[in-house]
Each structure stands twice: as structure tokens, then as C-alpha cells.
């Protein structure tokens, strides 16, 4: 699977959109982009995917550039329990691969 | 279930003690994934299970490390004479397609196992 570069850590005002890219310059043509994002003492959650087109749905909205080599997760109007760690993970579009974590940036929305 | 499922949510071992952790997944999920988490990093893949086969076990750090799904649903991690380094959180994660499932395949995580070797 190819491999991600995330910011470590951002900050965010609440209320604003909060938007974490994520660089995949080695990304190949059947895989996808996957963002999760870890809240404290929880599982990671799956928030959104996409192959080549955006996307967007009741939690996020995904903007993949047209080379495919990097990606923006956008949270609209950011809350302070968006505060999480958020893994941008490409990987082949077939169930049995396994997915790869990395560090993830550590999103801090502040009041 | 709706969800994924671990226990114990929290474990407190003694050194060269055996352990056992479980995972039921979301009911009729083919995959079924184990990760281990330290402290501060991000989950790292141990082993894979499509239904009761076992296709990938590359990540499991030691032969301490076992994991079975025998009927193919709920799954056991065990951890045989626990080493301080083996505490960590055990994350399970479950998906519906299997190795020649094609297109996109979501994990849905439980929340994991806090292991604590003393």
C-alpha cells in the first residue's frame, strides 16, 4: 500500500472548517483514499472515502487532486468534539488487504 | 451485532502471565483484523482472518502471539507469558468483503483492549 505524509498536529477555531490535507505521491490506480479518525480511548471511525472523484457526506467532504497525489479532508463548521487524531490511509480496493496506520495529525479545535 | 464488540475493555496482567483477549465482530463481516496501539502511536496491523482462515498473520510481533477465529465469527487473541512491552490497546476491526471483494471496504473498529503488564 502506498505511503501517507500528514501535518503532525493542527489547530482549529471552532466553528470554522477545519481542512487537513494529506500527500499519497506514490498512490497507484486501484487505491482509495480513506480518512478515520481516533477520538481519546476510542476505536478509529471511519469518516469518508473517494478513488478519484470528491466526496462528501454527512460528516466531511474529501477533495482528491485530479493527479491524485494528495487530498484534503474538509470539516465545515468544526466542534470541539472533532478534537481527534485523523489517518489519511490509501490502500487497493479489495476487502483482504490490511490497512496501514500512520501517525495521523492531531487535530485540536479550540474554542 | 451493531457493532463491534472487545473485552475486556481492561486487563491488568503480571508478568508471564497468559491472556486473552475477545472480539465479536458485526455479524455476516467476512474480515476480521487485529491491530495493537502503544501509547501515542497509531494502530499497527498484527493479524488478518477471512471468515475462519487465518491469511495473515505478518505482524504478530512474537510466537507469544496466537489468534484464532475458529467458526469464522467471534475471534481470541492471546498473549502467552506477557512481557512489559506487550502493553498496549488490541484493536479489532471487522469488514464485509473478503480478499476478492473489489471496490472500497470499510473497517468498523471496536474500542478496543487496554492490556497492562505489570
Known amino acids: 500500500d502506498a505511503k501517507t505524509t500528514q501535518p503532525t498536529s493542527m489547530d482549529c477555531a471552532e466553528g470554522r472548517a477545519a481542512n487537513l490535507p494529506c500527500n499519497h505521491s506514490t498512490i497507484s490506480g486501484n487505491e482509495y483514499v480513506y480518512w478515520y479518525r481516533q477520538i481519546h480511548s476510542q476505536g478509529p471511525q471511519y469518516i469518508i472515502h473517494g478513488l478519484k472523484n470528491n466526496e462528501t457526506n454527512e460528516m466531511a467532504s474529501l477533495i482528491i487532486t485530479e493527479d491524485r497525489k494528495s487530498s484534503t479532508l474538509i470539516l465545515p463548521h468544526a466542534t470541539l468534539r472533532d478534537t481527534a487524531v485523523y489517518y489519511c490511509?490509501?490502500?487497493?480496493?479489495?476487502?483482504?488487504?490490511?490497512?496501514?496506520f500512520g501517525a495521523g495529525t492531531r487535530l485540536f479545535v479550540k474554542a | 451485532g451493531a457493532g463491534v464488540s472487545q473485552s475486556p475493555r481492561y486487563k491488568v496482567a503480571k508478568r508471564g502471565q497468559d491472556v486473552a483477549l475477545r472480539c465479536d465482530p458485526i455479524?455476516?463481516?467476512?474480515?476480521l483484523f487485529w491491530y495493537q496501539q502503544a501509547l501515542g502511536q497509531g494502530p499497527e496491523f498484527l493479524t488478518y482472518?477471512?471468515?475462519?482462515?487465518?491469511?495473515?498473520k505478518s505482524g504478530l510481533p512474537s510466537d507469544r502471539f496466537f489468534a484464532e477465529r475458529p467458526e469464522g465469527s467471534v475471534s481470541t487473541l492471546k498473549i502467552q507469558r506477557t512481557q512489559q512491552e506487550d502493553s498496549a490497546v488490541y484493536l479489532c476491526?471487522?469488514?464485509?468483503?473478503?480478499?476478492?471483494?473489489?471496490?472500497?471496504?470499510?473497517?468498523?473498529f471496536g474500542a478496543g483492549s487496554r492490556l497492562t503488564v505489570l
Open positions: 482472518f477471512q471468515n475462519e482462515a487465518q491469511l495473515d
Open positions: 455479524s455476516g463481516h467476512v474480515s
Open positions: 476491526a471487522s469488514s464485509l468483503g473478503g480478499f476478492h471483494t473489489s471496490g472500497a471496504n470499510v473497517l468498523t
Open positions: 490511509i490509501v490502500r487497493v480496493g479489495t476487502g483482504g488487504f490490511k490497512t496501514i
